[in-house]
């Protein structure tokens, strides 16, 4: 494997605590914009903040019809069964977000997920499904797809279900995910991690027309698993946090 041009960030997210201190601005981050549903625009090396919330698909559509984004009001997430999880990762480096599932069960907030950001210029990300009584999804690529600096989409890509093969613990779900039976996860009872990875990377130009390189990157390195490469990381960052 060649070494990646660029490094990779691991962001350790557990509810209720973010794994890097928004308060604190890096001498290159010129982005002041901190809450997710605020409007701004970037260039390369500014931090940027965005959201994923956990509900259930129905929860993300405005009578039933119109998906709307976290942050719109009209959707009420705060007095349904909701949970949101924020980052603010660095423009163009491919970072890998995880949420730590030892105490935080999908399935019992709806089992989707919603990636979202902005707020007059709103942008969210397709439902995707996380878990089920049944089923649950581990691993993800989430492209952050920006024009002029301005995020104008999030989305999800899928790579098939290559990586169950020959591994009897995984199973392919509507040809486009693997998923682990979620009986066997930790929080509920078995022996398996299932704490979400997101592999995120950036695509299209920053506020001064640079080209954001990274969502290339991830294509070149989409045949190994960033969240296999960083889990002892992840592992112990989670045991440093429990002292």
């Keep these: 494997m060649a070494t990646p041009t660029r490094s990779i960030k691991l962001f350790l997210y557990t509810l209720g605590m973010l794994s890097c201190c928004l308060s604190a601005v890096k001498s290159d981050d010129n982005n002041h914009a901190f809450s997710p549903c605020q409007d701004t625009t970037v260039q390369v090396k500014d931090g940027f903040s965005f959201g994923i919330s956990f509900a259930s698909r129905a ?3 405005y009578n039933s ?7 719109d009001r009209r959707l009420s997430l705060n007095s349904q069964n909701s949970q949101i999880a924020l980052f603010r990762p660095k423009v163009d480096e491919i970072s890998l977000l995880t949420i730590n599932t030892s105490s935080f069960s999908p399935d019992n907030y709806g089992g989707y997920m919603v990636a979202f950001a902005g707020r007059k210029y709103a942008a969210r990300s397709l439902p995707a499904f996380v878990a089920n009584s049944t089923y649950t999804v581990t691993s993800f690529t989430l492209v952050l797809e920006f024009k002029k600096g301005r995020l104008q989409n999030l989305y999800w890509k899928r790579d098939g279900c290559a990586k169950c093969s020959g591994n009897s613990r995984l199973v392919c779900l509507n040809n486009q995910d693997c998923a682990i039976r979620t009986p066997n996860c930790i929080n509920h009872g078995g022996n398996v ?3 979400l990875g997101i592999q995120l990377a950036f695509s299209g130009t920053d506020k001064h027309l640079s080209v954001l390189n990274s969502w290339y990157e991830v ?5 190994y698993s960033l969240y296999g490469l960083y889990s002892n990381l992840r592992d112990s960052i989670n045991k440093y946090i429990t002292l």
Excluded: G, V, Y
């Design 59 to 61: 929860a993300f559509f």
């Design 65 to 71: 019809s119109l998906q709307l984004s976290p942050c």
């Design 193 to 195: 991690d299932c704490s």
């Design 219 to 223: 294509e070149n390195l989409r045949q």
